[in-house]
């Protein structure tokens, strides 16, 4: 979706024109759906709280005291040390080499990765990005009037890169390399051998890498590991994390990055703090919570796993039981990307597709080329957070709108 050309007096910055964000900007439609009397099922947005899901009461806990203690004023710009030097000796304990100097806790990982970005790129700049992958990176690195270069995730081989692909596509002008591990819209998560071997080419290419790691915690059955725990002494990882998903407290707008080998980068690092110093700095109280949450173990997970599990399970059985629908196993986080068989329907884009659904059925979900997948491909994400029953009221609806679609 690209901005109308202005009729105003006072254009808006060119730079925004082609600045997207497909999960929000689709909820559009759904509030005109909703002020015509027609309750919308939102599958669109991943905002687990609104689904029943909240954060521990540890963290709840840690930031009611921070407000009676009179956590008001601003904090350093890169945030309350006893917060670094937890997110510091976790991110040690997962092997990230790292320092309570190299974390700074931002507005949600959005901020960090665009602290990072501002902070990095020139125009022409490029960026590797995975497809498909989050629209954050595209709008961000698009503002910045660099290049954003997809390196693809193969939906046969559970929606995993191809490292070879992606040394393929550095040329000198490539400065950073995204990888989301676990990535939205997929679900998909990387083994190790193939975060070594990403980690070993933007080594030897002199390549940052972003890791986006929001979702670590949210995985089935194996385990995760961070990008940044395969870096050598020679590649700077900076890692994103936030309270958002793995602690269900999206509306905090609490994250942060942890640089590893920061030493490498001095005149980044530098900016980053100029950066951090310039919006003063993240929301104070819930900084609070972040001792609290790295403290946690995972036990307040296993009913979170459980309930997800079950609404994964329910998806993945239904959606690929509805003729022309299909989807593979996420092995993370709570989004599916399913395919909707384009001999099967008549629309000619996914976003035709998601519009028509919305109109005849009331369920919003975003299509696939919102993530960076082909418009004809047919895929749309699925944000499998509510409870059994609305999943399988939307899913019967599902079958009911593509069989009425032909
Ligand atoms: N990274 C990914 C892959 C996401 O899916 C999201 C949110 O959906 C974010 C980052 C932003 O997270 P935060 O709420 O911490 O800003």
């Not at 029943?52 to 009611?64: Q, V």
């Not at 290419?205 to 725990?229: F, G, M, W």
């Amino acid at each position: 979706m690209t901005t109308p050309r202005s009729t105003s007096r006072f254009d808006a910055a060119r730079r925004l024109r082609n600045y997207s964000y497909a999960i929000l900007n689709i909820s559009e439609l759904a509030r005109r759906c909703e002020a015509s009397g027609r309750p919308v099922t939102h599958l669109n947005i991943g905002d687990p709280a609104l689904y029943g899901f909240h954060p521990p009461e540890e963290l709840t806990r840690a930031c009611i005291a921070a407000f009676e203690k009179n956590a008001h004023s601003y904090t350093a710009s890169c945030g309350i040390l006893p917060a670094r030097e937890a997110i510091a000796r976790e991110a040690a304990s997962r092997s990230m080499k790292t320092a309570p100097d190299d974390v700074i806790v931002t507005a949600g990982a959005t901020e960090a990765a665009d602290l990072l970005c501002t902070a990095m790129l020139n125009p022409g700049d490029e960026v590797l990005c995975p497809s498909p992958g989050y629209p954050l990176y595209a709008a961000l690195i698009g503002r910045q009037e660099a290049t954003c270069v997809s390196y693809r995730l193969d939906p046969a081989n559970r929606w995993l890169p191809d490292p070879q692909e992606i040394e393929r596509l550095i040329t000198r002008r490539t400065r950073l390399l995204v990888v989301i591990n676990p990535n939205n819209p997929t679900g998909s998560l990387c083994p190790p051998d193939l975060l070594a071997a990403i980690a070993d080419i933007a080594e030897r290419h002199n390549i940052v890498c972003l890791a986006d790691e929001v979702y670590r915690k949210l995985v089935y059955s194996q385990t995760h590991h961070p990008l940044a725990s395969f870096a050598g002494n020679d590649l700077c990882v900076v890692t994103l994390e936030s309270l958002s998903k793995n602690y269900m407290a999206a509306g905090w707008r609490t994250g942060w990055m942890t640089i590893t080998n920061s030493r490498l980068v001095p005149d980044i690092r530098a900016a980053l703090q100029k950066l951090a110093d310039a919006r003063v700095c993240a929301p104070a109280a819930p900084q609070y919570a972040i001792p609290a949450a790295l403290s946690l173990g995972n036990d307040y997970l296993a009913p979170v796993m459980e309930k997800l599990r079950e609404r994964r399970d329910l998806t993945v059985r239904m959606v690929n039981a509805i003729e022309g629908l299909s989807c593979s196993t996420p092995e993370a986080a709570f989004y599916v990307m399913a395919k909707a068989d384009p001999a099967v329907h008549r629309f000619a884009s996914d976003e035709e597709f998601i519009v028509e659904l919305l109109r005849k059925k009331q369920i919003l979900c975003v299509h696939g080329s919102g993530f960076g997948t082909d418009p004809s491909e047919g895929y749309f994400r699925i944000v499998y957070l509510p409870d059994t029953a609305t999943l399988e009221r939307v899913y019967a609806d599902l079958s009911d709108f593509l069989q009425h679609c032909r």
